[in-house]
């Protein structure tokens, strides 16, 4: 859209540009087409765009994919958008402020991309809403003030390098692919402005994502401050160090995200960080009847696809939204996908209702007497060859998980699982969508 074009949407809708909403709108359409050539739009894609606008981006979407959904804050701009795409089904329009968008639902459209000419004033706020682990994006094209965007990917040595860049980058490869001047803007801001490609990571160890958040609180919260001073006393520094290989003298600033990665990982006791599985714990055998024949270790067990048996626990919150785990990608079996909030084998002559607690327990850190069982599903093949019984239990409080096991955990609204299992099953565990139909029959 050119500025003369921008001017008139904005005048028959009254819209006086506000600098307090951050509102510069894009007046260069090779400019926008540049930005968006950057999602590598596919048919099947769907994509949510924050702050479109008068929909100078958007005009490059439309049309090229499964779905679009356009969130604008302004009310007036986001009728403007419902008015022009009215006769289209595949663009949905939300009038709702970014910040407190409930990106759950977004799950249930994947393959999901993320486009914004986010506004400086609230654009970390955004992102940290949109884009924090968990989210459902393969690919995330946004545009902020240059100096924001150089955050984003600055290394250590430079001035730009801090807890934003680390945290980012802890989920995610960034490029900075264009830099956008001022006069491409209406009315013009007093900043130049970046646009930076960000793209998932798959190539960072296991971790845990809490710990690490705290422990840069911790190191960049005084970063002139030396890092042993600041850190937690709980790890002999002597082993920190020797570990990372730099001096004593340290600061939070002069380490890589790797190192701060494995500074988590020292930092990190839970007893269960560096164990996916055991392949050698005993598992009782059993028959088709569920009658035990004998024992053999985890990984003969699933190497022959003998019958054996696991549990499945379901974890609701007190509005009711179920507790979903995605698997580490370091499980011998469905690695990288969604899952019950906790499931795990029986051992050899274990009872189903002591193991259910058990791996709540260890799993999730909830602590349980007992648990409501809700049904029993035979081995097959979608199971794993396992006999499941599934168990119910609420809960409200913390969570602490292995990192090794889980890559990270949310709640989602029974409605949300219902379509995204529906859309997408190949984004959960076979086992899961058996219990989660057993489940669904039981509770009505």
């Known amino acids: 859209m050119t500025e003369r074009e921008i001017r008139k949407v904005l005048d028959q809708h009254g819209v006086l540009p506000s600098r307090q909403l951050g509102q510069n709108f894009l007046t260069d359409t090779e400019t926008a087409r540049g930005i968006v050539d950057h999602l590598d739009l596919m ?81 970390g706020a955004i992102m940290k809403n949109f884009l924090s682990v968990p989210h459902p994006f393969k690919r995330a094209v946004i545009m902020l003030q240059k100096e924001v965007i150089d955050r984003l990917s600055a290394l250590p040595g430079h001035g730009d390098y801090g807890m934003l860049s680390l945290r980012v980058q802890s989920a995610w490869h960034v490029e900075t692919v264009m830099e956008v001047p001022p006069e491409v803007f209406y009315p013009q801001p007093q900043v130049d402005s970046s646009v930076a490609l960000l793209i998932p990571r798959e190539d960072l160890p296991c971790f845990d994502r809490r710990l690490f958040d705290e422990l840069l609180r911790r190191g960049f919260g005084q970063r002139r401050k030396q890092l042993h001073k600041l850190l937690p006393d709980s790890v002999p520094w002597q082993h920190v160090i020797g570990a990372l290989g730099v001096p004593t003298t340290v600061r939070a600033e002069e380490l890589d995200l790797h190192q701060w990665l494995t500074i988590t990982h020292l930092f990190d006791n839970h007893p269960l960080k560096e164990i996916p ?81 058990r791996e709540l327990q260890e799993e999730m850190g909830i602590e349980k007497e007992s648990l409501v069982e809700v049904g029993k599903i035979a081995a097959c093949a979608n199971m794993g060859w396992e006999h499941v019984v599934i168990y119910a239990a609420r809960h409200d409080g913390a969570l602490r998980f292995p990192c090794s096991e889980i890559e990270s955990v949310q709640w989602f609204p029974l409605e949300v699982i219902e379509r995204w299992i529906a859309h997408s099953p190949e984004d959960f565990a076979t086992g899961f969508i058996e219990c989660w139909h057993l489940f669904r029959r039981s509770a009505m």
């Open 43 to 123: 048919p099947e894609d769907t994509v949510i765009e924050v702050g479109p606008g008068t929909g100078a981006l958007t005009q490059h979407v439309v049309g090229r994919v499964r779905k679009v959904i356009l969130v604008e804050f302004d009310s007036r701009l986001a009728a403007a958008l419902k008015e022009k795409y009215a006769d289209r089904d595949d663009v949905e329009v939300c009038h709702e402020d970014a910040v407190n968008f409930d990106l759950r639902r977004i799950f249930a459209e994947r393959p999901v991309k993320f486009l914004g000419n986010l506004p400086y004033a609230s654009g």
């Open 277 to 357: 599985q055991k392949g050698a714990e005993i598992f009782d055998r059993v028959d088709e009847n569920d009658q035990v024949i004998g024992q053999a270790t985890r990984s003969e067990i699933h190497e022959k696809d003998w019958l054996h048996r696991a549990v499945h626990i379901f974890v609701f919150n007190k509005r009711k939204d179920l507790l979903l785990q995605l698997r580490s990608r370091l499980k011998d079996k469905h690695p990288g996908v969604w899952d019950s909030s906790a499931a795990g084998h029986l051992d050899a002559g274990e009872d189903y209702a002591a193991c259910a607690l």
